[in-house]
């Protein structure tokens, strides 16, 4: 990825988010506390105002400072999580990554958040959407494909009931919506599939 590839992919990050961050919101309003689309917000618009910096890095570099950028300005708990998710594969990426490599970092970084966040698949959090984009991945799956997969596990976080962040304090009444990090992680699985297209 060259660095004006990746200035374009923060640029369309956030400007994904910005474009969901209501929806996002209302999501978190329902089950949790209403500031999953402003945390969002707030990160991916730090992360586009340095945008040069992160994109004159190389890849794993650049992963690894994004990454603290959303620690630092997310806040909530999906800021160290998804802060965990980039700086893990920033760690674990190499330079010039193909498919295979990818996928494997992506592996490890999904289980970086997983020990973060205590917490697995099944749990209606973001580890809903990561783990089956991961899957997809590694069965050659087209970007495409992928982020429609990527959708259809946030809205397969509807009927389950949340054993992890605030959502989980509402028990069953945690049922019949969707989980906010789940729906913010499938835009972004899309984001990036649009942006980098088939070459990984
Ligand atoms: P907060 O819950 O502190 O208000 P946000 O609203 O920004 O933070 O983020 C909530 C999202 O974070 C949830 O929708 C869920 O996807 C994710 N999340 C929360 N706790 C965990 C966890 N322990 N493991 C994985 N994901 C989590
Ligand atoms: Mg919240």
């Known amino acids: 990825m060259t660095a004006l590839d990746l200035s ?14 209501e929806e996002l919101t209302a999501l978190d309003q329902a089950i949790g506390d209403g500031d999953h689309g402003l945390n969002m917000k707030r ?3 730090a ?9 004159a890095k190389p890849l794993p570099d650049a992963l690894k400072a994004i990454g ?10 999906s800021g160290p999580l998804f802060g965990t998710l980039f700086m893990t594969l920033g760690k674990e990426i190499p330079a010039g990554p193909d498919r ?27 580890l809903d959407v990561l783990q089956p984009v991961h ?15 990527a959708d259809v596990a946030a809205k397969a976080t509807v009927p389950m009931k949340a054993l992890r962040g605030r959502a989980s304090f509402l028990g069953d009444r945690s049922i019949g919506h969707m989980d906010a990090g789940a729906r913010s992680t499938a835009l972004l699985v899309r984001t990036v599939g649009q942006a980098i297209g088939e070459d990984a």
């Open 8 to 21: 374009r992919l923060i640029t369309a990050a956030a400007d994904t988010i910005a474009d969901h961050a």
């Open 43 to 45: 990160g991916f618009e």
């Open 47 to 55: 992360v586009r105002a340095e945008a040069d910096l992160f994109a």
């Open 68 to 77: 603290t950028k959303l620690v630092m300005t997310v806040g909530g708990a």
């Open 100 to 126: 295979a490599s990818l996928t494997v970092a992506f592996g490890k970084a999904i289980e970086a958040v997983a020990a973060r966040g205590k917490s697995q698949v099944g749990q209606k959090t973001m």
């Open 135 to 149: 899957d997809a991945l590694a069965e050659g799956k087209t970007a495409a494909e992928i982020a429609d997969i």
